[in-house]
Structure formats: structure tokens, C-alpha cells
């Protein structure tokens, strides 16, 4: 029936997995939950716990391998046709979370993105940069997704067909942060591959530090160049590429970069501070994206 699959790094996954469990076992339906970790240095002793859940099971991979090719490792090890991706760090908002699943699974849809949400309560000045992002650009209702399915999808909450997976697997060549999930969904969109957008909500938990989330994004904006350039994705299909090759049209890359390196240090004060501005985030990616073209 149901293969539930947490790729982990560096993450407590133990509460997730009993919640997830715990409901799973109430619809008394066929199911397993497979923990892969990516070779972590902590939390390795919390989530062996998992093992101790009857359909539980956590393994520890010897060395890093990347965040797709551990999607794709943990497609490999599923029994089951319907695969249910979660990130360790989410955590269902409602009791009957998996029971929205398996309704859908019964309606035959092939990929079903339930939706991530963020807690309501402010975080540290530390944590707020990662917070506003999220509640802003990624928390969308169903409606707002519905208008952009492929763009608005993300895998941190995913149902999809393990043949849709031995299809279209997750691009290895993508190792580190950022941009394969527009990867993923790029692909299925180009095979006519629907998402299906319902309303069935994860917490986002785990925020980075701004300081590190930028630095994050700056791997992220970097793997998107790469994408672009290799012609996996089109330019049209992120927001960052579009506006850069907007700018290169009229010819102000040069003088776009020049600026974003004298005041790089400026936005960066400003987006780890207790009122970062997203607009300013998006210059300061679009600036560093050009910076990267520009090398």
C-alpha cells in the first residue's frame, strides 16, 4: 500500500516517524517507513530508535551520497507502489494526514503535493530570515499552488508512483542544496506529468540561521547556474535566471554585478538582521547569480 521515505541528515527524526507510524497503524493499512542517513555526524543514536517501530526501519549509509541520489536509494528499497516523501524536518499538522493520503492514493493520482506550513511564532533575530522566506514564498494555499502546480510543488511532502520514480528518477548529477526540486518537477512537466495540489499540511521545523541560509542559497543559486547552463532546466523556469537574462538583453549584467559586490556586505547586514527584506534577498540573489555568470 504505502512505503513512507525520510532521507536524514543531522536531524532528530524519531517524533516524526512514531507520529507518522502511530497513524498509519490506526488505519490498519499495509505500510513501512524507511529512514535513510546520509552519513550524519549526530542524532545517529536518537534515530536508531526507529528500528524498535514494528514497520520501522533506519539505516546509516556508510558515506555521503547527495540529496537525490538518496531519494532515488530509498525508491530502490520500497515495497510498495505508492511512495510517500517526507523531509525529516517536517511534522504532520493534522491527525489524519496519512488518511488524506490514501484517499488520494484510491482517486489513482499519480503526484500529490500536500503543502508546508510554518509555525506562527516568531523565531530569534538569528532564525527570522528563513522564517519570512518560508511563511512568504513557500507556505501557499491550495488555490495559490493550483496556479503554478509544477512551480509550487516541492518533494519535503510528495505522494508519488514508485513507476513514475523508475521513470524519471532524481537527477544524480544535482549533489548539493538547491534546485532539484524545479529539477524534478521540470521533468514531469515536460512529460506531461500532472501535480495534484490538496490541502494536507507538514510544519516546516527546522530553520537555519540566516547566516547560514544565505550561505545555502549562495550553493543553491550556484547548482542553478550549473542547471541552466547544462540546458537541464530553461531559463524561463526560475525567477533568478529570467530577471538575470532580462538584465544581459540590455546589457547591465556588468554594471548589475559591479554594484552587488559593493554593496554585497551592505544586504547581507540587512538580511541577518530583525527586519530582513526579501526584496533585498531577491536582488541579493539575482546579484550573486550574475556575479556567477559574470566569472
Known sequence: MLSILIPVYNYDAFSLVEKLHNQAVELNIAFEIICLDDASDIFTTENQGINQ???????????????????????????????????????????????????????????????????????????????????????????????????????????????????????????????????????????????????????????????????????????LFFLVSSNKIAKNQSKVATSFFLLKRVKLVSVFTFFFKKLELKIEQNLTSEKPSLFLFDLYKLGYYSFLNSK
Open 53 to 223: 517501530l514494528k514497520k520501522g526501519r533506519f539505516e546509516i549509509l556508510p558515506k555521503n551520497i547527495g540529496r537525490s541520489a538518496i531519494r532515488n536509494l530509498l525508491a530502490e528499497k520500497a515495497l510498495y507502489e505508492n511512495l510517500l516523501f517526507l523531509d525529516a524536518d517536517t511534522f504532520p499538522v493534522h491527525e489524519n494526514f496519512i488518511s488524506n493520503y490514501i484517499s488520494e492514493i484510491n482517486n489513482a493520482q499519480k503526484v500529490v503535493f500536500g503543502g508546508i506550513v510554518y509555525e506562527n511564532k516568531k523565531p530569534e533575530k538569528e532564525h527570522l530570515l528563513r522564517w519570512i522566506y518560508g511563511k512568504k514564498r513557500e507556505a501557499l494555499n491550495v488555490s495559490e499552488r493550483k496556479k503554478n502546480p509544477s512551480d509550487t510543488a516541492l518533494v519535503s511532502n510528495l505522494l508519488v508512483k514508485k513507476e513514475i520514480l523508475a521513470r524519471f528518477p532524481f537527477d544524480e548529477t544535482v549533489t548539493r542544496y538547491g534546485y532539484e526540486d524545479l529539477l524534478f518537477f521540470s521533468v514531469l512537466k515536460s512529460n506531461q506529468i500532472t501535480i495534484t495540489h490538496i490541502e494536507n499540511l507538514v510544519f516546516h521545523l527546522n530553520l537555519e540561521t540566516s547566516v547560514l541560509f544565505l550561505s545555502k542559497t549562495k550553493t543553491a543559486l550556484e547548482n
